[in-house]
């Protein structure tokens, strides 16, 4: 079921971003695809016990594996630095072109 | 293991470099080109330290490990060298000592954060030959693309721009499903050490090893511009400045090519992509980029976009020939990529140079460029030459060796292609230099400034590429003992980089 | 030992490594009279050409063979685009096919179990190796670019293309077929009969000589594909003495050019008269090449009519052929030499270029060559005690083309005695020849695959290519589509299996 959802989510976000012409929705479709594969991955290593972030002092104490969420994390970061460096391009492309469509914009072809 | 120290150096020298430059301009501008040269100089220093220690004329066997932060293997991250490794840092820190020289006269805007970026990427560069961890091999690809992204873009045109954007998209895409992998790997695997995954990956079933395959397979000939990806190529590599595009042509492919060396046939399982019916598509794909990159090249008006096209076309043989896995074909492959790297960065610092004094990078509009300066048309032809693979220059040796594995392999079509990518070569290429040398009466249009600009580090530059193109043709087997060593550590299943003390 | 390892050191390769080294020396000393300015550059481009013949003839690896043979082939084509930079390009590229050719079946060589140069023993491989030599060997079919690169390029580099370049190929074939071969056989003949006649037809004096190469190197085949030992030797001995003969003749067409202001052989004017010297080594030139008794030629096609002996059909093909030969230096000797002796008066200013040691030099060993020929058959390894011997029944075999063949000229000459103004091809070959020429004419545009290439091929390739681009590039947003395409394709088809 949850693995159905994330999967949903995925090809949402990629038939999103190739069917928008639209730069700015094309990103958001690959944002939505990034998302569903972090959401996937923290939830699947999700044993059900406590956030990472208690020392193990008491007995019978469960902690979640601390690495996925770490990785998510630099996932996050990093992709989050990609998006602000793509749109700053656009921002710099609409100097030269006032439509944002993927397809209007000859020089994206070749 | 003494030497040991230098691998965590090599990564933290450029990336500090990189910080300290804005603070440096803070204080004088005049500052900036010095710790620029002291950086790249020291880094290649490091580099050939690590060679004459580390060949097998030296005193110390590879590979070596070093341990951030002093956590040993199962906790912490390592950094390892091996034989591969060692030839990818040095190929890295030769060719961006170059670059950087050439760059210093050649850039003439936004310097500071021309070095900022290009230090990031040199860093991220050999964290991506060093690392021994995957999720870092991740890291390190993306600060690349973060890193090259606005290289690409540096020229603020509007074609420059739309490559940045065309580049990015690949980019993010590419490393979108590099992540996919890594994550597949970790659910099923539990770790995320590239040794221990060797060790392992094999015992996981066979249609989960090949899904995770597809994944790494489709991220990589993103990153790599195989057929059915290569649009961002031609488009980036001709859009970014000179040095940029010999960095992205010459150096950034290789290094994906390194990545790909490492993956498939290190930290997962070669044998089953030998067996299952991957290995051969991906080989005819590589096969057809490959003829499909010289005829894209041999219609091109642009000449940066020629060379790119025909980046294209080499990257193809070069994964071609090293997936028919003998050990004529790895050593070819790798020889082929030694060479291509020297090259294409002289062809696109030469085209670099020349095309500063024409309207536009049209073939048509180079007439008579060449007689700008008799020493570089001269370095140009004799490149191209070795491009086309004429003896005793480097590409012939590449080409020999290739067409070898090819023939005993019986990929026939291999062969052909190698041959007609050499014939296809030179009506594309002599079409220029025949532009180039046509007499004209008046001189060309110089559009950037009617003096040319001061050039001898250029000229330097060139001119050290393309005695490296005759050296390394001439004395091709003197790089025999370490290509070896990658050989031999790439062929059999062998344990990367094996851990002293035991994990 | 690198030597012993790489190279063959046995007296037919060091003799041949040191008579091509002799005649690249031979034809450097003419550079200085037709191109003086260009001295140096031209003297790096012999010296480079002289390395890649020692390598190639050396050479026991296949690897050093090529590299040798590409140093040729780079260092000629320079050469050659020194006066004709178009021409440089073309026969660089179409020397490369070559290559590409020639590589390929190397490689499949090696990979065969071949792992030096020497005998090949599989037929299929042998064929293999004389379609890979042939396009830079100008080996029949793929002889088309040889007349106009060797008419056109500057004497002292037709000298070496036609005397020691295509021979490369030749003796390459030489080493690896030991016995007989029909194809090499077959190619033979035909290219000796065909250089044979458009000789015959030419008019330009360098287009005469360019044919009479492929003519030579017919026969050159025809000995290695006969394949019994003395053919061999006979082809091998044919192929020195004509690599002489024919660059001291290229050279003298340079001479003649610069004398007579044409290469059209009808307008040579009293050309003993300007320059008596070039006219005797001309002279000894074509009948060396028709192999008449006493010249360098005759040896090696002794030995070939020998052991054609056994078979009648062969033995007249050889017979016509050596006749043709002898009918192509006959005419061109009337025409060029002995017709318009007029006025013989020794013109001074020609005879002052400096090619008269270089001349006398080729002379005196062409005719070394004709007189004792076992000396060098010996110095090549070859057995030939007793084949030279003189006797009466061989100097009448000998004298019987000559004799008709002048016949023969002097009866059609008698016919085209008449428009001595400007005599023309069409006139001339009236009659007898008419029929050859209409057959050849037609052969020839049929077979004229130059322009073939020149125009459909390259054209063809640049609009496929077009094509494909447009098909490929299309928006930016389809470009992205493929992306899931493969990967979809690619994960079912894991499932699928």
Redesign the interface.
């Known amino acids: 079921m949850n693995q159905l959802f994330f999967l949903s989510l995925f090809l949402l976000g990629f038939i999103g971003m190739l069917l928008n012409r639209n ?1 700015i929705k ?1 990103i958001i479709g ?1 944002e939505i ?2 998302a569903s ?1 972090l959401l ?2 923290i939830s ?2 999700n044993q059900g016990g406590n956030p990472p972030i208690y020392l193990l002092d008491k007995p019978g104490m469960v902690l979640n594996d601390p ?2 969420q770490a ?1 998510a994390l ?2 996050i970061v ?1 992709a989050a ?2 998006i602000a ?2 749109l700053t ?2 921002i ?2 609409s100097r ?2 006032k439509a944002s469509d993927v397809d209007k ?1 000859k ?2 072809r ?1 | 293991m003494r030497l040991s120290f230098l691998l965590p150096l090599l990564i933290v020298l450029p990336l500090l470099t990189a910080f300290l430059i804005p603070l440096i301009d803070i204080l004088a501008i005049a500052l900036r080109k010095i710790l620029v040269i002291i950086s790249i100089s020291l880094e290649l220093v490091f580099s050939l330290s690590l060679l004459f220690y580390f060949s097998p004329l030296g005193k110390e066997k590879l590979p070596i490990s070093y341990y951030l932060g002093g956590w040993e293997p199962p906790l912490g991250i390592s950094l390892s060298l091996n034989h591969l490794g060692l030839i990818f840092s040095m190929l890295v820190s030769v060719s961006l000592f170059l670059i950087t020289l050439y760059s210093l006269e050649y850039i003439e805007h936004h310097e500071g954060k021309y070095y900022v970026l290009l230090f990031v990427v040199l860093g991220a560069m050999q964290g991506v030959v060093l690392t021994n961890d995957l ?1 870092n091999l991740y ?1 390190f690809i ?2 690349l ?2 890193a090259s ?2 290289l690409v ?1 540096f020229d ?1 045109t ?2 420059a ?6 580049y ?2 690949y ?3 590419g ?3 590099f ?2 992998g ?2 597949l790997i ?2 099923s695997l539990g770790t ?1 050490s590239l040794a221990e995954i060797a060790l392992s990956f094999s015992s996981l079933p066979i ?1 989960f090893q ?2 995770v395959l ?1 994944f790494f ?2 991220s990589l000939t ?1 990153k790599l511009g195989i057929f ?2 290569h ?1 961002w190529l ?2 980036a590599h001709s859009s970014a400045p000179a040095p940029i595009s010999a960095l992205l042509s010459g150096v950034m492919l290789k290094l994906y090519l390194c990545v790909f060396l490492r993956l498939f046939w290190v930290v997962l399982d070669f044998p089953l992509m030998e067996a ?3 290995k051969s ?1 991906v080989l005819y794909l590589a096969l057809g980029s490959s003829l ?1 990159g010289h ?2 090249a ?2 091109e008006e642009d000449l940066k976009r020629l060379l790119a096209f025909s980046s294209v076309g080499h990257i193809g043989i070069i994964v071609a020939v090293l997936l028919v896995n003998t050990p004529e074909a790895l050593y070819g492959g790798m020889l082929h990529i030694i060479n291509h790297l020297i090259m294409k960065s002289a062809l696109f610092l030469d085209s670099g140079y020349f095309l500063q004094f024409t309207k536009s990078h049209l073939i048509k509009d180079l007439k008579g460029v060449f007689h700008y300066n008799r020493y570089l048309f001269a370095s140009f032809v004799i490149v191209v ?1 070795a491009m ?1 693979g ?3 220059l480097n590409g ?1 040796f590449s080409k ?1 060796y290739m ?2 594995a090819f ?2 392999e019986g990929i026939h079509l291999g ?1 052909i292609v190698v ?1 007609l990518g ?3 070569a ?2 594309y290429y ?1 079409r220029v230099i ?1 532009y180039g040398i046509s007499p004209c009466e008046e001189k060309p249009v110089v559009s950037l400034s009617q003096d040319p600009p001061p050039a001898s580090l250029m000229i330097f530059t060139i001119l050290a590429l393309v005695v490296l193109t005759v050296v390394t043709g001439i004395f091709y087997f003197c790089l025999n003992p370490i290509l070896d060593g990658a050989v031999q550590e790439l062929l059999p299943l062998q344990i990367y980089p094996p851990f002293p003390g035991g994990s | 030992m690198i030597v012993g390892n790489y190279f063959s050191l046995e007296p037919p390769f060091i003799f041949l490594t040191l008579w091509g080294i002799f005649l690249t020396c031979l034809s450097f000393l003419a550079v200085p009279v037709f191109a003086p300015l260009k001295k140096k550059t031209f003297a790096l481009l012999y010296l480079g050409f002289a390395g890649g013949i020692s390598l190639v003839f050396l050479s026991e690896s296949w ?1 050093f063979l ?2 040798g043979w ?2 040729i082939t ?1 260092t000629t084509a320079f050469m050659v685009s020194q006066s004709h930079r178009k021409l440089g ?1 073309q026969y ?2 179409l020397q ?2 070559g290559e ?1 050719l020639f ?2 079946t190397v ?2 060589a ?2 065969t179990g071949y792992q030096k140069v020497g005998v090949i023993s599989e037929v299929w491989l042998q064929n293999l190796f004389i379609v890979g030599v042939g396009l830079k060997s100008a080996i029949f079919g793929l002889h088309f670019w040889l007349p106009p690169v060797h008419s056109q390029a500057s004497p002292p580099v037709s000298a070496i293309l036609s005397g020691l370049t295509v021979k490369i190929g030749f003796v390459l074939l030489w080493r690896i077929i030991p016995q007989e071969n029909a194809f090499l056989l077959g190619l033979g003949l035909i290219m000796a009969i065909y250089g044979g006649i458009q000789a015959l037809l030419a008019t330009d004096y360098k287009v005469l000589l360019a044919y009479s190469t492929i003519s030579q190197l017919g026969y050159i085949a025809l000995g290695i594909g006969i394949g019994s030992p003395l053919a061999r030797a006979g082809s091998i001995l044919h192929l020195v003495a004509h690599s002489l003969a024919k660059s001291t003749l290229f050279i003298g067409s340079g001479l003649w050019e610069k004398a007579h202001h044409t290469r059209n052989i009808y307008q040579f004017q009293n050309s003993w008269g300007k320059n008596p010297l070039n006219a005797l080594a001309t002279t000894i030139g074509f009948l060396s090449l028709a192999g008449i008794a006493p010249f360098a030629g005759y040896a090696g096609k002794h030995l070939i009519k020998l052991e054609a002996e056994g078979n009648l059909w062969l033995l007249i093909l050889i017979q016509l052929i050596s006749f043709l030969s002898v009918l192509y230096s006959l005419r061109f000797l009337w025409w060029g030499l002995f017709k318009n002796r007029s006025n013989f008066t020794l013109q001074k200013e020609v005879q002052k270029s400096n090619l008269s040691f270089q001349l006398l030099i080729a002379t005196f060993i062409l005719l070394i060559l004709g007189i004792w020929p076992s000396t060098f058959s010996a110095l090549l390894g070859i057995e030939t005690d007793g084949l030279f011997l003189w006797s009466f029944q061989k100097i009448l075999s000998n004298l019987i083309p000559l004799v008709t063949g002048g016949l023969l000229l002097f009866w059609l000459g008698g016919l085209s005695v008449r428009p001595k103004k400007a005599p023309s091809l069409d006139f001339l070959f009236q009659g007898t020849y008419t029929c050859c020429y209409r057959i050849s004419r037609r052969c020839f545009q049929l077979l004229d695959s130059e322009k073939w290439i020149k125009e459909g091929l ?1 054209g063809g ?2 609009l ?3 094509k ?2 447009r098909i ?2 299309t928006s ?1 947003s389809n ?2 589509l ?2 899931p ?3 979809f394709l ?2 079912l ?3 699928i ?1």
Request: with cysteine.
């Open positions: 730069l094309l690959f695809m990034e594969v996937w991955f699947f290593t690495l996925p990785l630099t996932a990093i630095s990609n460096l793509f391009l656009v710099e492309l030269y072109h914009i020089g994206l070749d | 999720f890291v993306e600060l693309t973060v992204t606005p873009a603020r509007s074609s721009i739309e490559a940045g954007i065309k990015i998209v980019g993010l895409l490393g979108l499903f992540f996919i890594i994550v970790y659910l995320l249609p090949e899904t597809i397979i489709i993103i059915p990806f649009f031609a488009k299952s019916w991957l598509f499909l005829l894209f041999f219609q030459l086309i004429i003896p005793p012939f020999w067409l070898l023939v005993e062969g041959i050499s014939l296809l030179i009506p002599f025949s | 690897l090529v590299i590409e140093i780079l390009q660089f590229f490369f096919v590409c590589l390929y490689i499949l090696q990979t390259g390739i640049l496929l290519s077009q494909i681009y490929v590039f930016f470009q992205l493929l992306i395409i493969l990967l690619l994960l088809l894991a499932r299996k």
